[in-house]
């Protein structure tokens, strides 16, 4: 399974809106797109997920549910342990 780094930066004034969905909705992702851990910078304007999928094709179907809230970068990543 790859993973890649997911950097989200939060529209202006969706910070709240964003936690809101999460806290309702969950992170509403589609099966065989699995989330590992995520880190929010100190102002609370990014956040960056460590995901991991075999089809890249499912981040188009999990961030269309997001996009009103948040842009999205999606970098493939290679760990160190993976060598």
Not at 51 to 76: A, G, H, N, R, Y
Request: charged letters at 25%; hydrophobic letters at 35%.
């Amino acid at each position: 399974m790859k993973q890649y780094m997911v950097i989200e930066r939060f529209k202006p004034g969706c910070v709240g809106d964003v936690y809101e969905r999460l806290g309702a909705q969950g992170r509403m992702l589609p099966q065989g797109l699995h989330y590992v851990n995520s880190w929010v910078n100190k102002e609370l304007g990014v956040c960056y997920q460590l995901m991991e999928t075999s089809d890249f094709e499912l981040f188009s179907q999990w961030t269309s549910q997001w996009e009103d809230l948040t842009k999205f970068e999606i970098v493939p990543i290679d760990s160190s342990s993976q060598e």
